[in-house]
């Protein structure tokens, strides 16, 4: 079956519209062109009809360029990064304990150990948190 025979439906369309106003948005045509292409893609009966309404449009760019994607994808890094935190922590509270729960037993306290995993871990999460607080401003 060819592509131009492939029927679409309404979530076909609205998907396109979708991309239509975001095109818009971004300056790639005026309201009256915007208007037509709108028209045209809800008329549409197949895949073909509404590949030609957004023929002469880099879509991919568009998609990326969408605002809400981008704050979606800020809001999954600073969200990513809390995690992190929570899980450095974590492990920062389950090193302490146990270094102090066998200094308690045994009475040995000269060699504090557990400042290499809270090192690491926070060289890890130092090197999460700087990008995510440079890139998503």
Request: net charge positive; charged share 20%.
């Amino acid at each position: 079956m060819s592509i131009a025979a492939i029927r679409v439906g309404d979530r076909d369309r609205e998907n396109t519209a979708d991309l239509l106003s975001l095109a818009l948005a971004q300056g790639y045509f005026d309201l009256a062109e915007y208007e037509t292409r709108v028209q045209a893609a809800f008329a549409a009966e197949s895949a073909d009809q509404l590949r030609r309404v957004l023929a002469d449009l880099p879509v991919d760019h568009v998609r990326r360029s969408d605002p809400r994607r981008i704050a979606a994808r800020k809001k999954a890094a600073r969200a990513s990064v809390r995690f992190h935190l929570a899980g450095y922590l974590a492990m920062v509270a389950i090193v302490l304990a146990v270094w102090l729960a066998v200094a308690l037993t045994t009475g040995e306290t000269a060699y504090f150990w557990p400042v290499w995993p809270i090192l690491g871990g926070a060289i890890g999460l130092l090197g999460h948190i700087l990008p995510v607080r440079t890139f998503c401003r």
